[in-house]
């Protein structure tokens, strides 16, 4: 019964943390690029193709820029489809890395 009780209190510690999904929404770039925006690297005619060519070429990890803050993304394919583009993401946040572990993504209405 002992591996029984133990087993649940981790789930009931580990679930609120799964409850609290969030939803962001921002543009999809690249990390270097999110602060100072695509002009200084300029890896294609648009923000999409410059986004794409520094995860690709450079090692740059997507990213979510919603104006103000920058988030990492736990999901590094999905991105690829929405680069340059603004988006919807559900997920959690840890805020001490200000990384999403991402549940959904889909264009912003």
Do not use: W
Not at 52 to 80: F, I, M, W
């Amino acid at each position: 019964m002992k591996p029984l009780v133990v087993g649940l209190l981790v789930l009931a510690a580990v679930s609120p943390a799964a409850q609290d999904a969030r939803t962001f929404t921002g543009v999809v770039t690249d990390g270097m690029c999110a602060y100072t925006g695509h002009a200084g690297m300029r890896m294609g005619p648009t923000d999409a193709e410059c986004t794409r060519a520094c995860v690709s070429a450079h090692g740059a990890q997507y990213v979510l820029l919603d104006g103000k803050n920058v988030y990492g993304l736990s999901d590094q394919q999905t991105p690829e489809t929405f680069a340059g583009g603004k988006v919807t993401v559900v997920g959690t946040l840890d805020e001490k890395t200000k990384m999403i572990q991402v549940k959904s993504m889909s264009a912003a209405k």
